[in-house]
Protein backbone atom coordinates (compact mmCIF):
# COMPACT_ATOMS: atom_id res chain seq x y z
CA UNK A 1 0.00 0.00 0.00
CA UNK A 2 1.22 3.45 -0.89
CA UNK A 3 0.87 6.77 1.18
CA UNK A 4 -1.37 8.48 -2.01
CA UNK A 5 -3.96 5.74 -1.34
CA UNK A 6 -3.61 6.16 2.72
CA UNK A 7 -4.40 9.39 1.38
CA UNK A 8 -7.32 9.10 -0.24
CA UNK A 9 -8.85 6.52 2.50
CA UNK A 10 -8.89 9.11 5.26
CA UNK A 11 -12.09 10.89 6.37
CA UNK A 12 -10.23 14.39 6.59
CA UNK A 13 -7.70 15.21 4.29
CA UNK A 14 -6.59 18.50 5.17
CA UNK A 15 -3.87 19.47 7.48
CA UNK A 16 -3.85 21.95 10.15
CA UNK A 17 -1.23 24.31 9.60
CA UNK A 18 -0.09 27.29 12.32
CA UNK A 19 2.03 30.53 11.35
CA UNK A 20 5.39 30.36 13.62
CA UNK A 21 4.75 32.94 15.61
CA UNK A 22 1.24 31.35 16.81
CA UNK A 23 1.52 31.31 20.32
CA UNK A 24 1.36 27.45 22.31
CA UNK A 25 -1.79 28.61 23.79
CA UNK A 26 -3.21 29.15 20.68
CA UNK A 27 -1.77 25.89 19.25
CA UNK A 28 -2.79 24.00 22.08
CA UNK A 29 -6.83 25.29 21.94
CA UNK A 30 -5.99 24.23 18.15
CA UNK A 31 -4.98 20.53 19.12
CA UNK A 32 -8.13 20.06 21.70
CA UNK A 33 -10.47 21.32 19.45
CA UNK A 34 -9.53 20.01 16.57
CA UNK A 35 -8.90 16.60 18.69
CA UNK A 36 -5.90 15.97 16.68
CA UNK A 37 -2.33 15.15 18.06
CA UNK A 38 -0.14 17.50 16.00
CA UNK A 39 0.14 20.86 13.83
CA UNK A 40 2.55 21.78 11.14
CA UNK A 41 4.23 24.84 11.35
CA UNK A 42 4.38 26.57 8.20
CA UNK A 43 4.29 30.63 7.34
CA UNK A 44 1.78 30.20 4.06
CA UNK A 45 0.62 26.62 4.68
CA UNK A 46 2.15 25.27 1.97
CA UNK A 47 5.93 25.15 3.19
CA UNK A 48 6.71 22.85 6.36
CA UNK A 49 8.88 24.45 8.43
CA UNK A 50 8.58 22.36 11.51
CA UNK A 51 5.73 20.23 13.71
CA UNK A 52 4.68 20.76 17.07
CA UNK A 53 2.65 18.27 18.57
CA UNK A 54 1.07 17.22 22.09
CA UNK A 55 4.42 15.30 23.13
CA UNK A 56 6.30 18.40 22.11
CA UNK A 57 4.44 20.21 24.45
CA UNK A 58 4.13 18.22 27.44
CA UNK A 59 7.97 17.65 27.29
CA UNK A 60 8.51 21.68 27.54
CA UNK A 61 5.95 22.40 30.00
CA UNK A 62 7.25 19.80 32.64
CA UNK A 63 10.79 21.41 32.15
CA UNK A 64 9.94 25.21 31.98
CA UNK A 65 6.16 25.64 33.12
CA UNK A 66 2.57 26.95 31.74
CA UNK A 67 4.75 30.44 30.62
CA UNK A 68 5.66 28.70 27.23
CA UNK A 69 2.33 28.91 26.58
CA UNK A 70 2.77 32.48 25.66
CA UNK A 71 5.80 31.75 23.17
CA UNK A 72 5.77 31.06 19.85
CA UNK A 73 5.23 27.53 18.39
CA UNK A 74 8.65 28.11 16.51
CA UNK A 75 10.72 28.21 19.84
CA UNK A 76 9.78 24.40 20.62
CA UNK A 77 8.34 23.09 16.96
CA UNK A 78 10.50 19.90 15.72
CA UNK A 79 12.23 21.78 12.48
CA UNK A 80 14.02 18.59 11.10
CA UNK A 81 11.61 17.57 9.25
CA UNK A 82 11.23 13.47 8.62
CA UNK A 83 8.32 13.67 5.74
CA UNK A 84 7.60 11.15 2.85
CA UNK A 85 6.32 11.33 -0.71
CA UNK A 86 2.91 10.22 -1.91
CA UNK A 87 4.41 7.15 -3.63
CA UNK A 88 6.35 5.81 -0.85
CA UNK A 89 4.93 2.57 0.62
CA UNK A 90 3.13 1.93 3.74
CA UNK A 91 5.72 -0.28 5.19
CA UNK A 92 8.49 2.42 5.16
CA UNK A 93 6.69 5.30 6.34
CA UNK A 94 5.99 2.99 9.74
CA UNK A 95 9.46 1.92 10.02
CA UNK A 96 10.67 5.38 10.03
CA UNK A 97 7.94 6.45 12.34
CA UNK A 98 9.18 3.58 14.54
CA UNK A 99 12.81 4.25 14.22
CA UNK A 100 12.07 7.85 15.23
CA UNK A 101 9.60 6.93 17.03
CA UNK A 102 7.02 9.91 15.80
CA UNK A 103 3.55 9.63 14.90
CA UNK A 104 3.22 11.97 12.67
CA UNK A 105 4.67 12.73 8.96
CA UNK A 106 4.01 15.65 6.88
CA UNK A 107 3.64 14.06 3.05
CA UNK A 108 5.63 16.38 0.79
CA UNK A 109 5.76 16.58 -2.89
CA UNK A 110 8.27 19.81 -5.06
CA UNK A 111 8.33 21.23 -1.66
CA UNK A 112 5.12 21.83 -0.82
CA UNK A 113 2.84 20.48 1.77
CA UNK A 114 0.34 17.58 0.41
CA UNK A 115 -1.06 15.82 3.10
CA UNK A 116 -0.40 14.53 6.75
CA UNK A 117 -0.16 10.71 7.57
CA UNK A 118 0.09 9.48 11.23
CA UNK A 119 0.80 6.33 12.86
CA UNK A 120 -2.89 5.07 13.03
CA UNK A 121 -3.41 5.84 9.30
CA UNK A 122 -0.77 3.46 8.47
CA UNK A 123 -1.15 0.45 11.03
CA UNK A 124 -4.97 0.65 9.79
CA UNK A 125 -3.85 0.89 5.90
CA UNK A 126 -1.87 -2.40 6.72
CA UNK A 127 -4.08 -3.79 9.00
CA UNK A 128 -6.80 -3.91 5.81
CA UNK A 129 -4.01 -5.08 3.58
CA UNK A 130 -3.43 -8.17 5.64
CA UNK A 131 -7.53 -8.79 5.88
CA UNK A 132 -7.44 -8.53 2.14
CA UNK A 133 -4.28 -11.24 1.96
CA UNK A 134 -5.97 -13.80 4.61
CA UNK A 135 -9.37 -13.62 2.20
CA UNK A 136 -7.10 -14.27 -0.67
CA UNK A 137 -5.73 -17.39 0.61
CA UNK A 138 -8.08 -18.56 2.42
CA UNK A 139 -10.23 -18.54 -0.99
CA UNK A 140 -7.56 -20.39 -2.70
CA UNK A 141 -7.29 -22.88 -0.54
CA UNK A 142 -10.91 -23.30 -0.06
CA UNK A 143 -11.06 -23.98 -4.29
CA UNK A 144 -12.89 -19.99 -4.73
Known amino acids: MLVHQILKSKSDDAVVTVKPATKVSEAVQILAERKIGTVVVS ?9 LSERDIVRVLAKRGGA ?16 CQRNDSADDVLQQMTEGRFRHMPVVEEG ?16 TELAMEKDA ?4 IMGH
Open 43 to 51: ADGHNAQGI
Open 68 to 83: ILNDPVEKFMTSKLVT
Open 137 to 140: LQGM
Open 112 to 127: QLVGLITLGDVVKARL
